[in-house]
T-cell receptor, first 110, second 112 residues
Framework: GEDVEQSLFLSVREGDSSVINCTYTDSSSTYLYWYKQEPGAGLQLLTY?????DMKQDQRLTVLLNKKDKHLSLRIADTQTGDSAIYFC??????????FGRGTSLIVHP | NAGVTQTPKFRVLKTGQSMTLLCAQDMNHEYMYWYRQDPGMGLRLIHYSVGEGTTAKGEVPDGYNVSRLKKQNFLLGLESAAPSQTSVYFC???????????FGPGTRLTVL
């Protein structure tokens, strides 16, 4: 199959770290992306990683890529209520059509 | 620079009615896409276009038609709306020079 899999929900307490996981199936994927969708809005690119990288850090965000296991994760440090959103993992295989996961709803509670 | 805009934001149709959703982008992007988003289903690609005057089918094209007469506009048409087409529709565009898609704010369509 060519699916991108994500768990549907994640609930964390404000101030804790969140880890959102994604698995993909195509080892030829060139880029892997994380998009954020806030309530009532479209998707916005959050961060991405090239397939030849293992890790990328951008302020509170850390992306880890395990190519052997085809596993991608997004860690959000010091999670805030403003981080509550749906997070989509997406892979690109060299064409102009990405494959999206179904999205993980992150719920941050006080 | 408005980015990607969608018209209308909300619409309610009766079964059998027709309508056109308009997507416009001012970034001179070559590629444009129409997706639908349903709970638990993520994003599903309806149609896409790689340039003015060209369109292609995506994952779920049935019941929809598209046109790309101008580079900046991508229209999605429903000729005879069905309740199964109740969804949130997103348009996106992308430059051929990189792999970042820019999304519009969405159109929420309800078909009764």
């Amino acid at each position: 199959g060519e699916d991108v899999e994500q768990s549907l929900f994640l609930s964390v307490r404000e101030g804790d770290s969140s880890v959102i996981n994604c698995t993909y199936t195509d080892s030829s994927s060139t880029y892997l992306y994380w998009y954020k969708q806030e309530p009532g809005a479209g998707l916005q690119l959050l961060t991405y990683i090239f397939s030849n990288m293992d890790m990328k850090q951008d302020q509170r965000l850390t992306v880890l890529l395990n190519k052997k296991d085809k596993h991608l994760s997004l860690r959000i440090a010091d999670t805030q209520t403003g981080d509550s959103a749906i997070y989509f993992c997406a892979e690109w295989r060299g064409s102009y059509i990405p494959t999206f996961g179904r999205g993980t709803s992150l719920i941050v509670h006080p | 620079n408005a980015g990607v805009t969608q018209t209308p934001k909300f619409r309610v149709l009766k079964t059998g009615q027709s309508m056109t959703l308009l997507c416009a982008q001012d970034m001179n992007h070559e590629y444009m896409y129409w997706y639908r988003q349903d709970p638990g289903m993520g994003l599903r690609l309806i149609h896409y276009s790689v340039g003015e005057g060209t369109t292609a089918k995506g994952e779920v094209p049935d019941g929809y038609n598209v046109s790309r007469l101008k580079k900046q506009n991508f229209l999605l048409g429903l000729e005879s709306a069905a309740p199964s087409q109740t969804s949130v529709y997103f348009c996106a565009s992308m430059s051929s020079g990189n792999n970042e898609q820019f999304f519009g704010p969405g159109t929420r369509l309800t078909v009764l």
